[in-house]
């Protein structure tokens, strides 16, 4: 056991790595040429990053020790119940508490709330934990009753974007960035362990394909909860955040990691005694699991809180108060495009894609489609701080082509392209490039508030034109290969 640990830590050491260092590099030479950092926060900053790729690394190897292993065996266990009640109350739950863990919209909350100083990060995560719950539930009865994807994403978003068009236009890019930031490590291996596990009630042939798409269904109950929010809930005025010192900082975050796993190690030790029974060797190393994820996450919102989000603010307001602020839509490319072809996340995903299109849609081809989509997603958002235009000039667009596309899309590349809708708004994407547009937005003038959120759900977007153009693609050149033969 303890080898195979080691094994996955090594593996998620590499990944972290390759993930971390290119951006890590790139604000080092942007610091030392073009746009200065503040004196002695450079050092910082390449002091914490090592802190962050432990911390990263930790918490991933946890993830794949305990975290994921826990909801392929509670899956399991609740469709070995065959009771539909217990399975939709057991997802629920398991969709909130699962999503209060979820360090993406831990950062993206602590931003919301610095930024913003009206919306509380509190309210602001709990009301998307509900919506996730909600929707996962939903994307559950959906398999049992057979009823279309494509229908539930039709309706869905139709809802979404007419709620967003009734509450204030502060809550709807953070609505929006709200759906990226839940489908992280945490949530993801949960929510596609319970869709396996439900999908084996039925055991027809179509079982295993409607396995796909919980994540893309689970992604629009956080919107629709934060457009609720911002349709009934009063605004009030929140003092800024106040600087502390680092033991105070440090402490703080420790209560908060450990208020928000404690709930999900409370899941798993209820079913562990009521129906799943796991020897004492699996339990261990579940536990194990749990301590890595624990320590890891420690040390990886301090990093972020202490350096990584104040240096991503730096570098953008250095951009924005010079000359050369419109560089930074090159910059927001090449950023993106770094993150995109550095997440482990979108490897797998390529590899899947490969897969279920029997080879035809080659994994570097979706690699340098997706890299390339996002990088212009982000260069996009910067270019909206620099000109101050609306987000619903890029949501309506792209959503509406996402949609659009459904028509002439396989159903199972559909279901996959929602799916990777989170993917690519990793833990990077929340920290540092969000960080960057505040930045920016601040040195141009600008309102943070208004002009920066939205870099996030731009991202979460991407793969789903990108996915679903190479699926058409796919079934348009399967068709011409039908025809020859």
């Given at each position: 056991m303890l080898v195979s640990v080691k094994m996955f830590f090594l593996v998620k050491l590499r990944e972290t790595a390759l993930a971390v260092l290119p951006i890590v590099l790139l604000v080092a030479i942007l610091s030392l040429t073009v746009a200065p950092l503040p004196k002695g926060l450079l050092v910082v900053f390449l002091r914490d990053s090592l802190l962050l790729i432990a911390g990263l690394t930790l918490f991933l190897t946890g993830a794949e020790v305990g975290i994921m292993p826990s909801g392929s065996y509670i899956g399991s266990a609740l469709t070995r119940t065959r009771k539909l009640p217990v399975i939709l109350?057991?997802?629920?739950?398991?969709?909130?508490?699962?999503?209060?863990?979820?360090?993406?919209?831990?950062?993206?909350?602590?931003?919301?709330?610095?930024?913003?100083?009206?919306?509380?990060?509190?309210?602001?995560v709990a009301a998307v934990a509900l919506g996730t719950g909600v929707f996962v539930t939903l994307a559950m009865a959906r398999t049992v009753f057979q009823i279309?994807?494509?229908?539930?994403?039709?309706?869905?978003?139709?809802?979404?974007?007419?709620?967003?068009?009734?509450?204030?236009?502060?809550?709807?890019?953070?609505?929006?960035?709200?759906?990226?930031?839940?489908?992280?490590?945490?949530?993801?291996?949960?929510?596609?362990?319970?869709?396996?596990?439900?999908?084996g009630v039925r055991s027809d042939k179509n079982a295993e394909e409607d396995s796909f798409?919980?994540?893309g269904v689970a992604s629009i109950g956080p919107i629709m909860a934060v457009c609720f929010l911002g349709l009934f809930v009063q605004q009030t005025a929140v003092a800024p955040v106040q600087e502390s010192d680092t033991v105070v900082r440090?402490?703080?975050?420790?209560?908060?990691?450990?208020?928000?796993?404690?709930?999900?190690?409370?899941?798993?030790?209820?079913?562990?005694?009521?129906?799943?029974?796991?020897?004492?060797?699996?339990?261990?190393?579940?536990?194990?699991?749990?301590?890595?994820?624990?320590v890891g996450l420690v040390l990886?919102?301090?990093?972020?809180?202490?350096?990584?989000?104040?240096?991503?603010?730096?570098?953008?307001?250095?951009?924005?108060?010079s000359s050369i602020a419109f560089y930074l839509i090159p910059l927001g490319f090449l950023v993106g495009a770094i993150v995109t072809c550095a997440e482990p996340a979108i490897w797998l995903l390529a590899e899947q894609v490969e897969e279920v299109s029997a080879g035809n849609v080659r994994r570097h081809i979706l690699l340098v489609a997706l890299a390339s989509g996002v990088g212009f997603a982000v260069a996009l958002a910067m270019a909206r701080v620099i000109f101050g235009f609306s987000i619903w000039y890029l949501l309506i667009p792209f959503y509406a082509l996402s949609l659009a596309l459904m028509a002439v899309c396989p159903k199972l590349f559909t279901a996959i392209a929602f799916d990777s809708g989170g993917v690519a708004s990793g833990p990077l994407s929340s920290t540092f490039i969000l960080a960057l547009t505040l930045g920016a937005s601040a040195g141009l003038g600008g309102n943070p508030a208004m002009d920066a959120f939205g870099l996030i759900a731009m991202i979460a977007v991407t793969p789903i034109v990108s996915i679903q153009l190479l699926g058409w693609i796919y079934a348009h050149s399967a068709k011409r290969k039908e025809e020859q033969q």
């Open positions: 109350v057991s997802g629920f739950i398991i969709g909130f508490i699962i999503t209060i863990a979820e360090p993406a919209l831990m950062i993206l909350g602590i931003q919301v709330e610095d930024i913003t100083g009206s919306i509380r990060s509190g309210p602001l279309p994807l494509k229908l539930v994403f039709l309706v869905g978003y139709v809802v979404v974007f007419f709620l967003a068009s009734q509450t204030i236009p502060l809550f709807v890019a953070i609505a929006f960035d709200s759906g990226g930031a839940t489908t992280g490590p945490m949530t993801v291996p949960f929510i596609i362990a319970l869709g396996l596990g439900i999908a798409g919980y994540i440090l402490g703080t975050i420790i209560k908060n990691v450990a208020t928000a796993l404690t709930p999900l190690g409370a899941v798993v030790f209820f079913f562990q005694i009521t129906i799943m029974h796991l020897p004492p060797r699996q339990v261990r190393r579940i536990a194990i699991g749990f301590i890595y994820t624990f990886f919102f301090y990093s972020t809180e202490h350096s990584f989000i104040s240096a991503g603010k730096a570098l953008g307001f250095a951009f924005g108060t």
